[in-house]
């Protein structure tokens, strides 16, 4: 196996040495802060609220924010955060645990904003519509890396679960589902033995870091980004253990670094996006800054330009800032206008440069302008690729819709440690990284079962598949997506020669977990009817362009039924009209 020099593959262990191209390991250690001692005005609307402070998520907040947040017009989950603060959970969950285990509670008697909203600090998901008592668990995977004892350690927690199974989500990250709570707080804790964490991953919680899936082995890469999501993660979740600092947020927040033209975690549909520059006449590397990219039922909006360079060793700093400012001048009354792009507008992109260099401490520069001659294609990274080591090659393996069970953790784990260099990366189309296969291992390794099943040389169609949760687990789903787009992949490549990739990507209703924006075809959960019948539709997106120069996907058509009988002819028309497709010789004609 390769002599994998770069950050280790453990949440919560900051890179451990020198990166393959240099890229300097970043530490980052966490010194609580002290809160803003508790105005008299503050005080009293607590007492009016019967809000108890020290149980409350008001503790680190300004008293401003306090106030924005004990408004009697703030929205139903500020209230659920100041009558307990979501950070409560990182212990309360085993006080959960043990009560349902010892028989002495059942779920359904305990308090629900505990079990439905403020579990989700601990990153438990009640999946109380579609299999009530049962809970999804969202992790954090920083840039989506896995060492080889992760996977057995993540197939090992659902194996004896009843229907449990894994999923690799829009953010290069793993949710778990299928457990109760008496056994949540068992896999909560067990977590930390491989150096993962599900601490706040889900609420007004900063959401998984994204960067490349080919970092550290990528040619064409400015610098190595995993030591910085590595140290990012760690300063937002106090090494894996909880910050309380950072967990009372507005509304929620992603962030994503590209080291690369390519974009590999869409910058622009993150709140925070950092692309990484160099500075031709300092010399210096870091990154321009993007803001306010999101998606939500009410709006959905790329990011505007944040005029900021951060330099490479204060991008942790910048981040927390960042956060901290979001935190105390966040919007807090109206959940649809909470994320950070309204505070940015508000603020205007220089004042909030300005801000953030205050909390730093430093004044921050403007934009570095990036010059490039030639235009850039964002690389499809499945297949063979060779690696800025020579001698060895990644492989990216398609899992379609994103889908795995327990064996899949385990035959990864396998692969990559008999292959590779004993990890894996995960990418945000919901795929896996193979890195350093020595090249003459190549095609042993794709004659392996489990690429049978998860294909290096999947179809044009599979390769571009994308697809949200649906209504098989998420409560909020309009439509069913993963079983239904496999299965209409799979049948559209047997009746379809298409000549190149084409992205298809599914969300199961308007809050686009599944990015359509962002798609060549997108498909989202929506109203239809079949045969004068209500029945589940689609919304038909077009055009969305990733990597350089990114745009949004608009709406094509709508009401479209999204049974096979009608949407598979609609995507056959779409894919011969505007991607190239014919008709294959002698294919059976299925719909
Ligand atoms: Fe999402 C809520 C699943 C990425 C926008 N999202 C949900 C919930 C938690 C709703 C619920 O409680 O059931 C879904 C859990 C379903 C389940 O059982 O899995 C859910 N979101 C997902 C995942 C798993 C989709 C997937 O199959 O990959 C993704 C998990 C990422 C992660 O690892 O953290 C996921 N969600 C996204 C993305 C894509 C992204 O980050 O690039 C978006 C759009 C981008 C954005 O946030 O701006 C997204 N999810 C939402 C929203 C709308 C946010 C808003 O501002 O209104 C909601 C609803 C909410 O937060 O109120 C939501
Ligand atoms: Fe659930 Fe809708 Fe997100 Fe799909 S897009 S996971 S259906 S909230």
Avoid at 331 to 357: C, H, P, Y
């Amino acid at each position: 196996a390769a002599v994998r020099c770069s950050a280790a593959a453990t949440n919560g262990a900051t890179a451990n040495g020198a990166t393959m191209n240099g890229t300097p390991p970043v530490k980052f250690e966490y010194v609580p802060a002290t809160p803003e001692p508790l105005s008299d005005e503050v005080k009293a609307v607590m007492e009016e609220q019967g809000v108890d402070f020290e149980t409350s998520g008001l503790k680190y907040l300004t008293n401003d924010a306090r106030l924005r947040a004990l408004d009697k017009k703030a929205s139903k989950p500020e209230k659920i955060k100041n009558a307990k603060g979501g950070h409560r959970m990182w212990e309360d969950v085993f006080d959960l645990g043990e009560k349902i285990r010892s028989g002495e509670y059942k779920w359904e008697d305990l308090d629900l904003d505990d079990l439905d909203v403020r579990l989700k600090w601990s990153g438990l998901f009640h999946r109380k519509k579609r299999a009530p008592g049962t809970y999804m668990m969202r992790l954090k995977v920083p840039n989506g890396e896995l060492s080889a004892k992760q996977l057995r350690w993540l197939g090992d927690a659902i194996a004896n679960l009843d229907g449990g199974c894994g999923d690799i989500t829009t953010r290069a990250n793993v949710q778990l589902r299928g457990m109760t709570l008496a056994e949540a707080d068992k896999i909560f804790e067990g977590l930390q033995t491989v150096g993962l964490s599900a601490v706040m991953t889900g609420m007004d919680n900063v959401r998984n870091m994204t960067g490349s899936p080919i970092a550290g082995i990528d040619p064409h890469e400015l610098l190595d980004v995993r030591p910085l999501n590595y140290a990012i993660n760690d300063m937002i979740t106090n090494n894996g253990k909880g910050n309380p600092e950072l967990t009372n947020l507005p509304r929620k927040l992603n962030i994503g670094l590209s080291p690369s033209r390519d974009d590999f975690p869409h910058t622009h549909i993150n709140d925070v996006g950092l692309k990484a520059v160099h500075d031709p006449e300092t010399g210096e590397v870091g990154f321009n800054v993007e803001l306010g990219g999101y998606f939500s039922v009410k709006r959905n909006t790329m990011s505007i330009d944040g005029n900021t360079f951060v330099p490479y060793d204060q991008t942790v700093a910048y981040c927390k800032a960042l956060l901290e400012v979001f935190r105390d001048y966040g919007a807090r009354v109206d959940r649809q206008k909470s994320r950070l792009m309204w505070l940015v507008e508000a603020m205007g992109a220089d004042a909030f440069r300005e801000k953030i260099g205050e909390y730093m401490g430093v004044k921050l520069r403007t934009k570095v302008e990036e010059k490039y001659d030639t235009p850039w294609e964002r690389r499809d990274v499945l297949g063979v690729h060779p690696q800025k080591q020579e001698g060895f090659s990644w492989a990216g393996a398609c899992v379609p819709a994103g889908r795995l069970f327990p064996n899949d953790f385990y035959d990864f784990a396998d692969a990559c440690e008999k292959y590779g260099d004993g990890s894996v990366r995960l990418t945000v189309e919901q795929d896996v990284i193979f890195p350093f296969i020595p090249n003459d291992k190549v095609e042993e390794m794709k004659k392996e079962p489990i690429f049978q099943k998860y294909q290096i040389d999947a179809g044009n169609l599979t390769r571009g598949l994308v697809s949200c949760t649906g209504a098989q687990f998420c409560g909020l789903a309009v439509i069913e997506t993963k079983n239904r787009a496999m299965a209409m992949v799979e049948k559209l490549e047997q009746q379809l020669e298409i000549p190149k990739k084409v992205r298809i990507h599914w969300t199961g209703c308007p809050n686009s977990c599944g990015q359509v924006q962002v798609a060549d075809i997108g498909l989202m959960g929506g109203p239809a009817k079949m045969n004068g019948k209500a029945t589940e539709g689609v919304r038909i997106f077009l055009g969305g362009t990733i990597g350089e120069d990114p745009a949004l996907a608009s709406e094509f058509e709508k009401g479209i039924p999204a049974h096979e009988d009608y949407l598979i002819p609609k995507l056959k028309e779409l894919l011969i009209e505007r991607f190239g497709a014919k008709e294959k010789e002698g294919a059976v004609q299925l719909n």
